[in-house]
């Protein structure tokens, strides 16, 4: 009997002592190859797997003692996906806490207003906290990975800044875009002013396209709107320059010309009645909601006065005198 007294003290002694030097291990700052160290944990991984990844990304962590750490503290199923960053001193115990917290790490990246799905993509392609999946894809694929009923992704984006986990798929991120657009389009659309000529929210985003293209300055924006709205009900023709210049592509070298103008293509919104067959580029929400609300004016024209702002005119004579005042006096 006294034998087995001192065999479970031994035991617990043992024990103890062991529990001890995990617990003062779990305090020790752990090795870094270098600082700062970045490692992604993937959907589902276990942590025994997390661990073979902070290894390879070089932090000296030991798998045995960390899983009996996460066994003991409850927290061995408990971890979170993402992408993680670690400095010097981080400790066993920090690193299980910071997976368990699911404290990731982040990107950021601003989408502009009015770039068109080109620039967008040159934008995601350079960005290194983002894994280029969609680089080798067309835009019809992305379109048709999206879900989305239209060949082309321009003017489906919404224009703002994302934050994202560092290592995730930009695909992921332009379908966060595309939803973002879908769902400020569809409210958009439900509040809208009655009598407005488009036969469905694509035409409006069409529209807002445009606007955002022509928006020299914000208070102009309704007005400008107003504009494209009153010449499609009359049925005259948009005669919008960056319609063309869309049209012309790659091609357009900063110098839009009179052949330019007189070239007809789907874009040519000179040669065509109607709105072009697709945005133009990226509207932000200002430039759909003046698509939806135009201002209460009869203008047909507008011209640019050289300061940012517009100049409106209901007539063709008043307008040309506008031409003249603005643009060919010089003033």
């Known amino acids: 009997m006294r034998f087995l007294i001192k065999l479970l003290f031994l035991v617990f002694l043992t024990l103890a002592a062991a529990l001890g030097g995990l617990w003062w291990w779990a305090g020790q700052p752990l090795a870094l190859q270098n600082a700062p160290v970045d490692f992604h944990v993937a959907n589902g991984s276990s942590l025994r797997a997390a661990l073979t990844e902070m290894r390879a990304a070089g932090i000296a962590v030991e798998p045995s003692l960390m899983l009996l750490l996460a066994r003991l503290s409850g927290a061995e199923t408990g971890i979170k996906a993402g992408s993680y960053s670690v400095d010097d001193g981080v400790t066993p115990r920090q690193l299980l806490d910071k997976l368990v917290r699911g404290k990731v790490t982040q990107g950021d990246i601003t ?18 906290d983002l894994n280029g999946d969609s680089r080798s894809l067309s835009e019809e694929e992305i379109a048709r990975r999206l ?7 321009e003017g489906w984006l919404f224009p703002d800044t994302y934050l994202f ?50 928006t020299g300055r914000e208070a102009d924006r309704e007005q400008i709107a107003a504009v494209f709205v009153n010449r499609l ?22 110098n839009l010309r009179k052949r330019d103008l007189l070239a007809d293509t789907p874009y040519n919104t000179y040669t065509r009645r109607g709105l072009p067959p697709t945005p133009i580029a990226m509207p932000g929400l200002a430039s759909i909601e003046a698509a939806l609300h135009p201002a209460p004016s009869q203008a047909l024209y507008f011209v640019a006065r050289g300061d940012g702002s517009s100049h409106f005119s209901s007539t063709l004579d008043e307008h040309n005198r506008a031409v003249n005042r603005y643009q060919r006096s010089g003033k």
């Open 111 to 128: 989408l502009v207003e009015g770039w068109t799905v080109r620039q967008w993509r040159a934008r995601l392609a350079v960005n290194p």
């Open 147 to 153: 879900g989305l009923s239209y060949a082309s992704l």
């Open 165 to 214: 986990d560092k290592h995730s798929s930009d695909l992921d991120l332009i379908a966060r875009a595309a939803r973002a657009m879908e769902r400020r389009l569809v409210a958009a659309w439900a509040g809208r002013d009655e009598g407005l000529p488009y036969r469905s929210p694509y035409e409006a985003l069409i529209m807002a396209s445009i606007i955002e293209k022509e």
């Open 233 to 254: 009900r009359l049925g005259m023709p948009l005669q919008t320059d960056p319609t063309v210049i869309y049209g012309l592509g790659e091609t357009f070298d900063g």
